[in-house]
């Protein structure tokens, strides 16, 4: 069984960033993800989109966020079981928990964080017939790997930031990309809708609105997909291909975690912001995008925030006759548990004479 003082369930920007936080508080901590490496949605979905709204970053690559997240909570040690789901929980006469998951890894400690972002995600599939024959074989719901898709043909179908964003990329690197939208009107950012105006004009990417992609073709790899048009007299267009990638989104659901006991409103776990996010079960809280609460933000910083503040509530649980004296990190530094130590210089002061 592993022992942890704070089991984090989600490894994404906020279950990573609360390792720090707990880690200032000589907090272990050890975290629980069914994806097969740390990062979540940030390395999983999105590992090459820039993000602007982090602090003290004008613009981040997604997986270079977690990469630095990484690196600063490695002086923490902290554990990880990684490609299992977090299936039950079992509160024990103590008031600690034991956390199972999928493969029957079992953990325990006194206090749970339930971080896992908009929880587990599913792609929404377009409703072509045979499409799961070539899942792997030439269809793709999520680009982790944009290499792959150099000088190559590739058919993008949607009409949101995804299906935008992954246009204007890959029109820099792929031999042919084709955008194609059942609508006239996108749903994405005007500033992406613009560019992929401007590279449509260029020829750089093949833009074909008010049609849909009803078929595939190809006999042991894709390699063509029909194209029906909403005006009659274009008809159906059978377009050559190497790749077809569908972005109509992800369907997230919260798993075993909605049998938890929790309070659920609208797929989300209701908390108690007002103090420290934690759940209707004490000891159980939960962070970023899977909380909600008056007021929800759904951004990193939120969660950033939201851990700083459940980890001084997770310490006090710890340790109920213990009282912590908040210092800055620029005050104290920051001391690993491998023996690292960072400050910073002590300031001399000389007297004259």
């Known amino acids: 069984m592993i022992k942890t003082d704070i089991l984090i369930i989600g490894a994404g920007p906020t279950g990573l960033f609360a390792v720090f936080e707990a880690g200032l508080l000589k907090l272990k901590c050890h975290l629980i993800d069914a994806l097969p490496q740390p990062g979540g949605q940030c390395s999983e979905i999105y590992p090459k989109k820039p993000i602007y709204d982090i602090p003290g970053f004008p613009e981040v690559l997604a997986g270079d966020l977690v990469d630095n997240l990484m690196e600063q909570i490695k002086p923490f040690e902290p554990g990880f079981t990684l490609g299992e789901r977090a299936e039950t929980i079992d509160k024990q006469e103590d008031g600690s928990f034991i956390v199972t998951t999928s493969k029957g890894t ?88 613009e560019k992929v105006e401007e590279l449509s004009k260029i020829g750089k990417i093949n833009l074909v609105t008010d049609a849909e992609v009803v078929d595939l073709k190809g006999e042991d790899k894709l390699d063509s997909v029909l194209i029906r048009h909403k005006d009659e007299a274009r008809g159906e ?117």
């Open 106 to 193: 079992k953990h325990h400690a006194p206090v749970v964080v339930i971080a896992g972002g908009l929880g587990s995600f599913e792609p929404r599939k377009p409703p072509i017939p045979g499409i799961k024959n070539y899942e792997d074989n030439g269809v793709a719901y999520i680009i982790r790997d944009p290499e792959i898709y150099r000088d190559k043909k590739i058919v993008i179908a949607g009409g949101g930031d995804s299906a935008l964003d992954w246009s204007i990329y890959l029109a820099e690197i792929a031999k042919e990309v084709s955008l194609v939208h059942r609508r006239k009107d996108f749903r994405g950012a005007l500033d992406s809708v």
């Open 237 to 353: 267009e059978l377009k050559e291909t190497d790749y077809f990638i569908p972005l109509f989104g992800l369907s997230p659901k919260l798993g075993p975690i909605a049998n938890w006991g929790l309070e659920i409103e609208k797929n989300a776990i209701k908390v108690d912001n007002s103090y420290d996010y934690q759940t209707n079960i004490p000891g159980i809280y939960a962070i970023g995008d899977v909380n909600t609460y008056k007021g929800k933000l759904k951004l990193i910083l939120c969660g950033f925030h939201e851990a700083a503040i459940m980890c001084q509530s997770a310490y006090q649980r710890i340790n109920p006759d213990k009282k912590y004296v908040m210092k800055y990190t620029t005050v104290s530094g920051v001391n690993g548990f491998d023996g690292s130590k960072k400050e910073a210089k002590k300031e001399v002061i000389r007297s004259i004479k």
